[in-house]
């Protein structure tokens, strides 16, 4: 649908003021992308993947991938982490990259980490379908307020978050997008530019683990709210898991979604995910629902401890 492509075009000024982070059903199982303090947690290096295609249906609609590293690292007390996304919305391609530190430490019966990070962000206007056929102004086609094909605009931002985890529990709030730095778009018309600019984000998020009586099942509620400038978004989840091997679960975002989701223990190195997102708003009426797909591998890297004792060359002996 060009006309579904031709208004995120003409609302990239406004929604740049709105939620500007793209969103994740599964985010238990993302959460460093929210939280640079889970940065440098657990004992493993994590790889994990997603990839998201929104609204399914609509000419435009956002598809999105995400990939996260996270690296515990003794020597400093906890560990670096890296988030790259790709977000293409309509003719906007978004990229960015981010990069974290966490300082984990023990606290009661758990670890607490606390991070901050910088966040890379590159925005991109391709192709020129969306430009009517016919369009014409009194400028001779050369409207301000159009972006030009393939003009691109750069920002730097910074990110902040606590996040707690004990064997059952767990949770954080972090923000990104703390400086709100901003960047111009070239327009077809020389001088003129479209203005982005970044709006902070709020996220808290939190869980526990209900261990089944007399099985082996283990209930996992979970929430997270997400709050930027005019906007808030609500999402409670509930899980079953089975032996720490298989999952299923659903999610209510509020005035938004019902997501049901599956998962898969594969191996003790490799977890497997699946979410399908029903809308509940108008957009139900309008086209197919939103599919997500996870994968995460974590591993560890051991170097042998050096032998106790004495050597001598025979050389010298």
């Not at 993302?30 to 997603?50: D, E, H, M, Q, W």
């Not at 530190?101 to 023990?106: R, S, T, V, W």
Request: net charge neutral.
């Amino acid at each position: 649908m060009k006309k579904f492509s031709l208004i995120i075009v003409l609302l990239l000024p406004f929604l740049g003021i709105a939620q500007q982070d793209v969103q994740f059903s599964q985010y238990m199982f993302n959460r460093i992308y929210y939280n640079p303090g889970a940065a440098g947690s657990g004992s493993a290096i994590c790889i994990s993947g997603l990839h998201r295609s929104q609204w399914v249906g609509f000419e435009g609609a956002p598809v999105t991938q995400n990939v996260n590293v996270n690296v515990p690292i003794k020597a400093l007390h906890g560990g670096l982490g890296l988030s790259i996304v790709n977000d293409q919305i309509g003719f906007f391609n978004n990229i960015s990259a981010r990069l974290m530190y966490g300082y984990q430490f023990q606290l009661a019966s758990g670890t607490l980490g606390i991070g901050a990070g910088a966040t890379f962000l590159n925005n991109q206007v391709n192709g020129t379908a969306w430009i009517p056929a016919d369009y014409n102004t009194a400028m001779g086609g050369q409207d301000v307020f159009i972006p030009g094909l393939n003009e691109t605009g750069f920002q730097v931002d910074a990110v902040f978050g606590i996040h707690y985890e004990s064997q059952n529990l767990w949770g954080g709030l972090s923000t990104t997008r703390v400086i709100e730095s901003s960047t111009d778009i070239g327009s077809n018309f020389q001088g003129a530019t479209t203005f982005i600019r970044n709006a902070r984000h709020y996220y808290l998020m939190g869980g526990y683990n209900f261990a089944v009586p007399a099985s082996n099942w283990e209930l996992r509620p979970s929430t997270l709210v997400k709050l930027s400038t005019g906007s808030t978004i609500f999402d409670v989840n509930v899980l079953g898991v089975y032996n720490n091997k298989f999952w299923g679960g659903v999610t209510y975002r509020l005035q938004d979604a019902v997501v049901a989701m599956i998962g898969w223990q594969a191996t003790p190195d490799l977890r497997l995910g699946y979410s399908y997102d029903v809308a509940t708003s108008a957009l139900s009426t309008n086209g197919g629902g939103s599919h997500e797909i996870m994968a995460n591998y974590c591993f560890k890297i051991e170097i042998p401890p050096r032998p106790k004792g004495s050597y001598k060359n025979p050389r010298f002996l």
